[in-house]
């Protein structure tokens, strides 16, 4: 049985109350080295850890961040969860995660549920800002300090966020790959169940329109977020356009953009020759497949240490009032799944 704050007190012949001051290092204690020595040596031969309900209720926190992620399956996720976990650890902070598992609808249930953990605050990624924009009201009325981690919305958030703006990114690899001739394009956009496209495709067309690109030239593919998923659906794409295939491929996630190029290859295409593709995120796997993939990078640390600082100064009760958004470029990073059409 897990030795309790009162066993440690009575095998060390000292009060509960006194125990307790040695034990959490408290500044007022009044226990002389010769008690603090053996308290601490009968805490360790019984193996005695604090409770973090008592800790909670003398210190008023739990000394716990909640974070909600949509898929642990995507490496640009865990190594998020990682940054954050180290970033609050070092002010003395645990994490705890939940999986919505790109269902809109689990996560909405999850950001329920991680309210309802005993935790100091909360950092939600959230996939469609639009759709959860009235629970993210109450929470900044009702709830623990939050942070929203999300694609740029047309307008803020109603609680603090920390949002990736896409523009320069996605505008770098238009420029990229109509510089090297493609004028033939597929967007492979991989939702959340219950997600819809909102205005990606709009977007997406607008950039290449700007470039010369007519419409009958652009493919929008939806698929799921799994892998799979995005071999099959780009698959089907090449069969269905056959000699007016798209040349130049520019996927949402790194993930889907890995699953692309599994079906050009399936297809008999290579990638770059046949297809150029550029994904989202730079996981670290992007740069070390047989083809290194290009890709639309997010600066993921710098993003982490924001939404931890701003997670510790709410819990500090040391923030404005009203919500801020911190907001991150991205980048084009070129590598090896890009080159003129035709070429190696």
């Known amino acids: 049985m897990r030795a309790r704050l009162i066993d440690v007190a009575a095998r060390a012949g000292v009060a509960a109350n006194t125990a307790s001051t040695i034990l959490n290092n408290r500044p007022d204690s009044w226990a002389s080295k010769e008690t603090r020595e ?39 996720y865990p190594v998020l969860a990682d940054y954050l976990d180290q970033a609050v650890a070092a002010h003395g902070y645990d994490l705890i995660l939940e ?23 909360v950092a939600l990624i959230v996939s469609d800002p639009d759709l959860h924009r009235p629970f993210l009201a109450g929470l900044a009325v009702s709830g623990p300090p939050a942070v929203a981690l999300a694609a740029k919305p ?56 700007a470039k010369g690109i007519a419409a009958e030239n652009i493919s929008f593919v939806r ?17 269905q356009t056959k000699s007016k295939r798209p040349t130049a491929l520019i996927a949402l996630n790194d993930l889907s953009a890995i699953g692309a190029m599994r079906a050009a290859v399936d ?44 997670l510790m100064q709410r819990i500090a009760g040391k923030s404005p009032a009203r919500p801020s958004q911190t907001i991150f470029s991205t980048e084009l990073v070129v590598r090896e799944s890009t080159a003129r059409p035709g070429r190696a």
């Open 267 to 310: 297809e008999g295409l290579s990638v770059p020759r046949d297809l150029s593709v550029i994904g989202v995120d730079n996981i670290p796997l992007a740069e070390y497949l047989p083809v290194a993939l290009t890709t639309i990078s997010q600066p993921i640390e710098d993003m982490v240490a924001r939404t931890a600082s701003l």
């Open 99 to 121: 999986h919505t598992r790109n269902d809109l609808a689990a996560e909405q249930h999850a950001f329920d549920s991680i309210l309802d953990r005993q935790v100091d605050g």
């Open 154 to 209: 047309d307008v803020p958030l109603p609680i603090d966020s920390v949002v990736s703006d896409f523009s320069a990114g996605f505008a770098e690899a238009i420029e990229h790959l109509v510089g090297l001739g493609h004028r033939r394009f597929a967007f492979l956009c991989a939702l959340a169940k219950g997600q819809d496209d909102g205005k990606r495709p709009e977007l997406f067309r607008s950039l290449l329109a």
């Open 223 to 239: 698929c799921e977020h799994h892998i799979a998923s995005a071999r099959d659906a780009f698959r089907d794409l090449i069969r």
């Open 38 to 76: 053996r308290v601490l040596l009968v805490a360790k031969e019984l193996n005695y850890r604090p409770s973090k309900a008592a800790i909670a209720v003398r210190l008023g926190r739990y000394k716990t961040i909640g974070l909600v992620v949509p898929d642990l399956h995507n490496p640009f």
